[in-house]
């Protein structure tokens, strides 16, 4: 019998374990750039979505406070502190009311006759200005939604009108006050396209453009560069069309081809356009079909970026599966060394994902180069989407969602707390930023806004929201605290040092100091998650707010001369040890407030 072949042990299992090696890499490169591409589509729709909740979240927080004003102006009525046979306090109710709302040109308070009350935001310096009103004298553009309130109970957002005095377009929102199926007046509060855009101006940067357009319609609501076309506005014309805009790429977006959204996993209440912008860089628009969660505003937000944000990632994947095929033609030692140098670098990205997936991003170092052409492609597109998402997060209340994360909560259901809001602005903002240009004035306000946040942060407390040059703050949620008077009263007190220590290097630079009022208050509160169940925010709401808000405006009574007034209630000092310096101002009357108030003023 012939002697069978015998094979050689290192060639047979070179040769077995390398094909058994190239098979199973090779499947599994496969299935991986499958689920890859799957995965990095998703993260794709994901960022976007992302960056669209957070555009709508900025508009959104505007228009609470305009819907919130009318709420609360309507249950004031009927409980009759408010009375139309009394001007005055109409008057300075409504005062008070403009004051915070920067977005806002207007409000008006008028009966069933059309006479009543107005409060107008007047020029450029912050005066405001009010008196006596009859609309079918003053203002007869207004009538007709007067006329409308008379047929429904309901608030609703007028369509966008010019008003021929103003020579400027407004969206009005009516808030008809019945009694009983009677009724007896209407609040108007008008909102004009520079305070829109304004408001689009603030979630936009240098490389994403934020834009609000009409429901319906190729009409722009809102653009950072509107501004530069308000006088093309008439009666006829109250909104430009976007062919008119003022930017250069979103004017041709009517001649921009649509794409499908599935190439980047976008849902269908999206659409997706590319085009090129004057320098050959490739963008992308994305607009919303139809917005139903900002308040019954009939616009949609539109946002248009540079491409790569979203396909370089795709790119770089299909590059990386390119080069892995070369990669499986290596031998047996060469795939098991490779392995080895594989883990250490996707161990890296993993720990990074974590920290991404937490929202921790400042934590995540981008990942560095590799010679391995496929790891260094997976370094640039994970580095790429951390950019990105980093670019969206801005508008995302990073440290709250952490905190809640940390608490093992997805939600915060509405509850009564006992909770330390802290209020600051900036006194006499106006001649401190006299002489700046918008550039320089976003500068100073994000400075001096950075200078305060911090103190806040390292206080634990949660930042509620930025309203112009002012800050709003509160401890005791949504972490249980003891006393959140003593880290509210730490940071107001530390605010106070840093500014100083900011100022000695204005002065020394020839610049002006900058002078802050900050407000104290102590008692409970509703908290939790405040909205529509679509879109909501996590905030305070209650009299506790108002009257924190109604220290810092009493600080420019108190001492109109400091460059930090600390104003603070009894229910806070109450709960501080004496190391802290303190002064009686003694009882104070505030707006709102039928009770004077023992106000005390920390001292540093």
């Known amino acids: 019998m012939a002697a069978r072949r015998k094979l050689f042990i290192t060639p047979t299992l070179a040769t077995v374990i390398g094909a058994f090696v190239l098979v199973t890499a090779a499947a599994i490169l496969v299935i991986q750039a499958v689920t890859s591409a799957a995965v990095v589509r998703e993260l794709g729709g994901t960022l976007v979505d992302i960056g669209m909740d957070s555009a709508e979240t900025a508009f959104v927080e ?22 139309f046979d009394d001007p005055e306090l109409l008057t300075g109710y409504l005062h008070g009311a403009l004051a915070p709302m920067e977005q806002v040109s207007f409000l008006i308070l008028v009966d069933e006759t059309g006479r009543g009350v107005d409060v107008d935001r007047g020029d450029a310096d912050g005066t405001l200005l009010g008196g006596d009103i009859d609309l079918a004298a003053d203002l007869p553009i207004l009538v007709p939604l007067t006329q409308q309130a008379r047929q429904q109970s309901g608030a609703f957002w007028s369509e966008p009108f010019y008003m021929p005095g103003r020579k400027h377009t407004y969206f009005v929102f009516v808030r008809p006050l019945f009694d009983g199926k009677t009724y007896r007046g209407s609040l108007l509060i008008g909102m004009s396209l520079d305070r829109v855009s304004e408001i689009t101006w603030h979630a936009s940067t240098d490389d994403i453009t934020v834009f609000l357009m009409q429901e319906n319609s190729r009409k722009i609501v809102g653009h950072p560069d509107l501004h530069r076309k308000f006088d093309s506005l008439t009666s006829e014309t109250p909104l430009l069309h976007v062919s008119q805009v003022p930017d250069d790429f979103l004017k041709s977006f009517e001649d921009l081809p649509k794409l499908k959204n599935a190439s980047f996993g976008l849902s269908d209440n999206l659409a997706l356009h590319e085009g090129y912008d004057g320098n050959g860089i490739r963008r992308f628009v994305i607009l919303e079909q139809k917005n139903d969660n900002l308040l019954g505003l009939p616009v949609r937000i539109g946002v248009h970026f540079p491409a790569e944000f979203l396909d370089q990632p795709l790119k770089q994947l299909l590059a990386a599966a390119v080069v892995g095929a070369g990669l499986l033609l290596l031998s047996l030692i060469g795939a098991v060394l490779l392995a080895q140098r594989i883990a250490r670098p996707v161990q890296r990205a993993s720990g990074a994902a974590k920290e991404v997936a937490s929202l921790n991003l400042t934590a995540v170092e ?13 370094s640039k597109g994970f580095n790429a989407m951390v950019s ?11 440290t709250l969602v952490q905190k809640l994360l940390s608490e093992g909560r997805a939600e915060a259901p509405p509850e009564e707390r006992e ?14 930023s006299e002489g700046m240009s918008a550039t320089e004035t976003a500068a100073f306000v994000n400075h001096h806004l950075s200078l305060l946040g911090a103190e806040i942060t390292r206080e634990g407390g949660t930042i509620d929201k930025y309203i112009g040059d002012s800050v709003m703050a509160f401890w005791g949620a949504p972490e249980t605290l003891d006393n959140p008077a003593e880290p509210a009263a730490r940071a107001a007190i530390a605010m106070a040092r840093v500014i100083r220590a900011d100022n000695a290097e204005r002065v020394a630079r020839g610049d002006a100091p900058v002078r802050i009022r900050i407000g104290l208050h102590m008692g409970p509160l509703v908290v939790g998650d405040i909205g529509a169940p679509e879109r909501v925010n996590y905030t305070v709401i209650g009299d506790t707010v108002n009257v924190a808000s109604r220290l810092e405006s009493l600080g420019k009574e108190i001492d109109d001369k400091a460059d930090v007034i600390i104003l603070a209630s009894e229910e806070i000092t109450h709960n501080l040890d004496s190391t802290i310096d303190r002064q009686s101002i003694g009882l104070q009357t505030v707006k709102g407030k039928a009770e004077p108030i023992d106000v005390i003023r920390l001292l540093v």
């Open 419 to 432: 909770v330390a809001v802290l209020f600051t602005d900036i006194a006499g903002f106006t001649s401190v």
């Open 388 to 398: 990105g998402l980093t670019a969206f997060n801005r508008y995302l209340p990073t």
């Open 62 to 83: 505007q228009l609470h406070a305009v819907t919130e004003t009318a709420e609360f102006t309507r249950l004031s009525w009927e409980r009759e502190e408010l009375r």
């Open 366 to 378: 981008p990942l560095p180069a590799s010679v391995i052409r496929e790891l260094d492609d997976l």
